[in-house]
């Protein structure tokens, strides 16, 4: 299966840039290994509506151009469902072994995702009840797609 991360908002070259590019680069050379196949990155612009709800709809249809229907949609939002690292692992896994293609990660704007996406999503994952800025959201994505890798293989990476 591939692994798409689609991210509202660019990152700007410095430390936060280059350290989850490190780790979407170890998820790149481990992953195959357990079937799981980096698609890359895509950044797009924020919204340019008036309202919250303006910016969040315009996101959202980028967001749904880019996902078609059969691809596995997973929202990260401080209001999904949080997991430990084996069972994020674990429900990586079932994803790729229910014969999807695609998954995209979508890391929502500063307005969050329309609930349309919520509606469509196969997964709201939280990484914590807080909110954390986009830059942060996408190295700790970064870090558990390849530390998923390394549970999955069995690699001494993660110790519980």
Do not use: C
């Not at 979508?106 to 939280?126: K, T, Y």
């Amino acid at each position: 299966m591939k692994i798409a991360v689609f991210a509202v908002g660019r990152m700007k070259a410095g430390p936060e840039r280059d350290l989850a590019t490190r780790y979407l680069d170890r998820f790149a050379r481990s992953g195959p290994a357990v079937g799981l196949d980096f698609a890359g990155l895509t950044e797009i612009a924020e919204g340019r509506g008036a309202s919250a709800a303006e910016r969040a709809r315009e996101e959202a249809e980028r967001l749904l151009a880019f996902a078609d229907d059969k691809a596995a949609l997973v929202l990260l939002d401080e209001r999904g469902k949080t997991f430990s690292s084996p069972q994020f692992a674990e429900r990586l896994a079932l994803l790729r072994d229910d014969g999807r293609r695609l998954a995209v990660f979508a890391i929502g704007g500063p307005d969050g995702h329309e609930e349309r996406l919520r509606q469509r999503a196969d997964l709201v994952w939280s990484l914590s009840p807080l909110t954390w800025p986009h830059q942060m959201v996408r190295i700790m994505l970064a870090e558990q797609l390849y530390r998923a890798t390394t549970i999955l293989s069995g690699h001494p990476y993660h110790r519980a």
